[in-house]
């Protein structure tokens, strides 16, 4: 698919536009009946890009006039934005999609919908299908931009309504979005991915890779900025592949560059880089650019290569470390994030270890681990794997030990130091009410007044624990 057919085009839109106008008016005439306005509620269990598209979903049903809800129980609609990464993400949607069963008996005219990449997949859609007759609207990943005519249909003609088709999936501009929050903003600068790592589904369920304008990313960021937001947050299943089959003149250093560049005060992020695509102009402009966060997530998945060639993840732990000794010789502060799973078939107890000599070395400030999940469809589900559960188990906690040891020295580092943090949010403890992020990412629960959310301060850390640092308000 060229790039230029990726776009769902502006007459498309237009017409969805029209669906919601026509929803808007029906829920105007239900509040001018009833004298409540409905309301919708939309519940996330994927990654960044998920929540991203459950942001859209937000802001789509407010414009067709539903008001948000506080919970699933009240709504008139509810929709479930599924992930299918791992079994767990899966079951725990079923069991809240049994769950609200309940509710639709007690309120039959609500409306529930489930979409995101669990259904997607053509075995998943039958089954909700089949299994869940109460459930109103399946939709897939790539019909995201058509909820208002399928919330619609269901509105006026009462049907259930499926739109799962396969598709490659195109991008769709200039969608509504309901943020949480300006302090932190999730920009999507590519979607899909077309790396077919062995073990896993988003290449099936978010079809190919296809990148946005630059012009749309820089006038959202400029967007975000004008807003007050603080921190964006760059996104994409493999941001290095951005602009890759386009003529775009930017690649995602160049982009990146190009958003360090905006004027205003605020911080840059991005997840998630491959690391056969993460090159050194990646980690040079991460050096230049002062906005740019000295942090990088960069999923490793496994230290051992003939693993990682099982995986088709196409480097080898000697080229991984040295893109880390790179970035660490380049900047000095910077802090590793990265995923790896455990007990990938026909890992052996030498292949783990090696794993475990590569979180030796490169001392990670934190590590998202993962048992190996079987994904349908993809071709490390029919490899043969004959290590027991509980062997799996055990690597798995040896590796959080390993890990949660490096952490805690990491943390125990930073006591007595200061530095810049961004106040986020509200925290759960009395002493230290805001939670907030240092710049390399780490959380800091800060003694400060949460009048100060939303603005960058500097913190006196005073505590430390493997997850968070603690901290005091200080001034410059
Ligand atoms: N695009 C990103 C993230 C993909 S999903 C990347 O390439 O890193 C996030 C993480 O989930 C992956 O990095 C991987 O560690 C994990 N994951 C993916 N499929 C999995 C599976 N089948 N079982 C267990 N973990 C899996
Ligand atoms: Fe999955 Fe690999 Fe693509 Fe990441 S790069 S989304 S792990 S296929
Ligand atoms: Fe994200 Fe899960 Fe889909 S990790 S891309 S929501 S399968």
């Known amino acids: 698919m060229k790039n230029q057919e990726v776009f769902v085009t502006p007459q498309e839109l237009a017409r969805q536009r029209e669906f919601t106008e026509r929803i808007a008016k029906l829920n105007d005439e239900y509040t001018a009946r009833y004298g409540r306005r409905r309301s919708a509620f939309v519940d996330c269990y994927g990654c960044q890009q998920n929540e991203a598209d459950a942001e859209c979903m937000r802001g789509m049903l407010r414009e067709m006039g539903y008001e948000p809800a506080k919970d699933e129980q009240d709504a008139d609609v509810v929709l479930l934005n599924t992930c299918a990464v791992r079994e767990h993400a899966e079951m725990r949607v079923l069991g809240n999609v049994g769950a609200l069963s309940h509710c639709k008996k007690a309120r039959p005219d609500m409306i529930i919908g489930v979409g995101g990449c ?31 005519e399928l919330i619609y249909q269901k509105l006026t003609f009462g049907r259930r309504v499926f739109d799962v088709e396969d598709e490659d999936g195109r991008i769709a501009e200039g969608l509504p979005v309901q943020r949480k929050d300006y302090i932190r903003g999730w920009v999507s600068v590519m979607y899909g991915c077309n790396n077919f790592c062995s073990y896993c589904i988003v290449p099936y369920v978010r079809g190919r890779e296809r990148s946005r304008r630059p012009e749309d990313i820089l006038n959202e960021v400029r967007g975000l900025i004008e807003k007050g937001c603080r921190e964006i947050n760059l996104l994409g299943q493999n941001v290095n592949s951005y602009g890759h089959g386009t003529d775009y003149a930017m690649d995602f250093p160049d982009l990146l560059r190009a958003v360090a560049q905006l004027p205003g005060d605020f911080i840059v992020r991005f997840m998630t880089s491959h690391p056969k695509d993460a090159t050194r102009k990646l980690i040079d402009t991460m050096a230049d650019c002062e906005k740019i966060a000295p942090q990088l997530h960069l999923p490793v998945q496994s230290g051992s290569d003939r693993i990682l060639k099982e995986m088709n993840r196409r480097y080898t732990a000697a080229q991984y470390l040295e893109l880390i000794d790179y970035a660490r010789a380049r900047i000095p502060n910077i802090a590793f994030t990265s995923d790896i799973i455990v007990g990938f078939p026909g890992e052996t107890l030498e292949d783990f270890e090696q794993t475990l000599a590569l979180v030796e070395r490169v001392r990670y400030h934190a590590l998202f681990t993962f048992l190996y999940s079987p994904r349908g469809g993809t071709p490390a589900a029919s490899m043969p794997d004959d290590t027991p559960h509980e062997e799996k188990q055990r690597r798995f906690e040896r590796l959080c030990q390993v890990q949660n040891a490096i952490s805690e020295q990491i943390h125990a580092a930073c006591v007595g130091q200061t530095c810049r943090v961004l106040c986020e949010s509200k925290s759960r403890f009395d002493a230290f009410p805001v939670a907030a992020r240092t710049d390399t990412g780490r959380v800091v629960y800060l003694a400060a007044d949460p009048k100060e959310i939303g603005t960058f301060c500097r913190a006196h850390i005073v505590r430390a624990s493997p997850w968070a640092l603690f901290g005091e308000k200080v001034e410059d």
């Open 118 to 148: 669990m259904t997607q997949q053509t075995a998943m859609a039958e089954k909700l299908k089949k299994s869940f007759p109460y459930v109103d609207i399946v939709f897939g990943t790539h019909a995201l931009w058509r909820l208002p």
